[in-house]
């Protein structure tokens, strides 16, 4: 798998939006790049993911770069319940193995 | 609810025991996942099961791990003579194979099992 690195921990003001930044520069032709969040004491949560396009769901917006050596998760409007680690990942078609790494503790502030 | 459940929530257990754990994924799931996540860390990913067959195997997975799925629908995870450094929440997931582009689908993840080696 390719290697994901992402800042160890962001603050992002409650209703502004957030935007989670990860590089994988290694990153190959035929690998996804999914985020995942992880609450306190809870299981992670699938959120996202795009292989080259720009993606949105009713959770986040993912950009990729054109080159697809980075990408950013946009939280367009944080709340207090965003407060999580968040986690970059890529993925090569055909395998299920997936590298979660340290990701990202985003702090929301009121 | 019917989301992934995982027994039991905690157990603590001494060196050199035995323990095994339960998931019970989302049902009709026919993929399920097994992870290890220590403190601070992410998940560390440990196998994979495509319906009863499993598929692939990390090399995390020692002697002492082995993962079944006899029927196709819940898992075990059992560990054997346990140690210190086994001390972790272990995190079972499943998802379904609805043959989307890229062969993956969102995981969907249990609350956990948390071990703690005495």
């Known amino acids: 798998d390719a290697k994901t690195t992402q800042p160890t921990s962001m603050d992002c003001a409650e209703g502004r939006a957030a935007n989670l930044p990860c590089n994988h520069s290694?990153?190959?032709?035929?690998?996804?790049v999914y985020w995942y969040r992880q609450i306190h004491s809870q299981g992670p949560q699938y959120i996202i993911h795009?292989?080259?396009n720009n993606e949105t769901n009713e959770m986040a917006s993912l950009i990729i770069t054109e080159d697809r050596k980075s990408s950013t998760l946009i939280l367009p409007h944080a709340t207090l319940r965003d407060t999580a680690v968040y986690y970059c990942i890529v993925r090569e078609v055909g395998y299920q193995k997936v590298t979660f790494g340290i990701g990202t503790k985003l702090q929301v502030i009121p | 609810d019917t989301g992934v459940s995982q027994n039991p929530r905690h157990k603590i257990t001494k060196r050199g025991q035995n323990v095994t754990f339960r998931c019970d994924p989302i049902s009709e799931h026919n993929r399920l996942y097994w992870y290890r996540q220590t403190l601070g860390q992410g998940p560390e990913f440990l196998t994979y099961?495509?319906?009863?067959?499993?598929?692939?195997k990390s090399r995390l997975l020692s002697d002492r791990f082995s993962a079944e799925r006899p029927k196709g629908s819940f898992s075990t995870l059992e560990i054997q003579r346990t140690e210190q450094g086994d001390s972790a929440m272990y995190l079972c997931a499943s998802s379904p194979d609805l043959g989307l582009a890229g062969g993956y689908n969102e995981q969907f993840f249990g609350p956990g099992t948390r071990l703690t080696v005495l």
């Open positions: 290694t990153i190959s032709g035929n690998e996804y």
């Open positions: 795009g292989l080259k």
């Open positions: 099961f495509q319906n009863e067959a499993q598929l692939e």
